[in-house]
């Protein structure tokens, strides 16, 4: 009895577990490019170019294997709109009596792959997504019985669970967590290794040829496309990053610099997220480098915490909270995202900047995505579900099991503070001590009201006033109310009237 065997866009292993114990003399791979998926949220025009051209790449591999690849191009004549049809058009074709598939990492796409064996009338078995360190079910028992959840103790657990970065029983040079080392603002004078390019193939330049055409009114750039799109390729670029940019990464990974957002960063997630490279190896990879002495411990222990700590955590939280997670409205924010999240056209210097490489890139990097972006749709107001959607849509690495926890909890606090202990809200002054962006800024830093002032300055303080309510009795926010209360009146309301100003302006 044959078995269609479904390969998601994402899942682009030859290890998946929906490959495991395949038999090469009688099971078909699926896999598809479908209508429904590259627009359920009008995704950037390069990442839709970047899982197409890494899927057919894939399936070549497949073949060149030896295995029995169907592949739906988005340009076939008769092409399903949708993962159910397709696999219904091929358990038509290949008469197999059933489907096995790696769940999904999406609650939108599981519920629907739970009723397929019924619509179909078909076994289809759905298995556990084993790319990943922790599973759900262990994530389900590290939070059992606790009333909040935090990202570095399950980080312990990880460490001790994988022996990375363990001496022992205890963590290698004495410390957990080196993140006190990592918030270096950039030295002018410093020099900054160029991101390694891939040249797009015949095969990826005709991608970006149907990209270019179908999705001509999606948001972002295809001009510049580099992404590596072969599992050889994302090796190489592995390989670049922890020779060339993993030694000076922790000094300045919280970083930002006008034009450049890359800095030391690996731009590896894309890769990781889609399947190109695998967690443990990268992880293995950058602690080799610090066995070796080619890179620092603050540098190798902030790169794999955000691997092995915050993914994993991050992951977990989507699937524990469930489908409805991002419904919450904990801080009562109703305004409409602001035009400029698309266009770029704000005289905020960060923002401005934080948009056009998001645009040209499909990418920007934490800080400016947390700090920047984030920041000033939580100081603002913006409705959760907004700014939920345009993450999802403008980065090469967003899918929603990783994009959703990262905005709605951290960036906006929406949950109400499920994992993060206080809103990461922050005024200028942040912005200034970690970035270039407020030297070639028309507004001024350093004022706290008035036309000339940094937006950031009096959005955060009336962010603060208004949010007393939610607030106030947050313990880490303590310091911050007293600060408010001893502020002059006036003062005060100077601040909150230059807030309304900037926000009535804003275009939607």
Known sequence: MSVLRLVLGDQLDREISALDGIDEAADTVLMAEVADEATYVRHHKQKIAFVFAAMRHFAGELEDAG???????????????????????????????????????EWRLLRDMEGWEKELGVSVEIREDTRFFCSRAAFERHAEGRKTLRMEYFYREMRKRTGLLMDGDEPVGGSWNFDAENRKPLPADIAVPDLPASK??????????????????????????????????????????????LPDFGDYQDAMAAGAPFLFHAALSPLINAGLLRPMEVCERAEQAYRDGHAPLNAVEGFIRQILGWREFIRGVYWLKGPDYGRENALDATRDLPWFYWSGETDMACLADVVDVTRRHAYAHHIQRLMVAGNFALLAGVDPRQVQEWFLVVYADAYEWVELPNVHGMALFADGGVFASKPYAASGSYIDRMSDYCSGCRYDVRKRDGEDACPFNYLYWDFVARNSKHLRSNRRMAMIYKSLERMDGDKVQAMRASAKRFLDRLET
């Open 67 to 105: 295995l029995a690849v169907r592949y739906q191009r988005l340009d076939d004549r008769k092409r399903a709109t949708s993962l159910k049809d397709a696999v219904r058009a091929a358990l038509n074709a290949t008469g197999a009596s059933s489907v096995i598939v790696t769940e999904p990492g």
């Open 200 to 245: 797009p193939d015949e095969i990826t330049q005709e991608v970006l040829d149907l990209v270019a055409e179908r999705f001509a009114d999606h948001f972002g750039d295809l001009d510049g496309f580099a992404w590596p799109v072969t599992r050889r390729s994302a090796l190489i670029a592995l390989d670049r990053f922890v020779t060339e940019r």
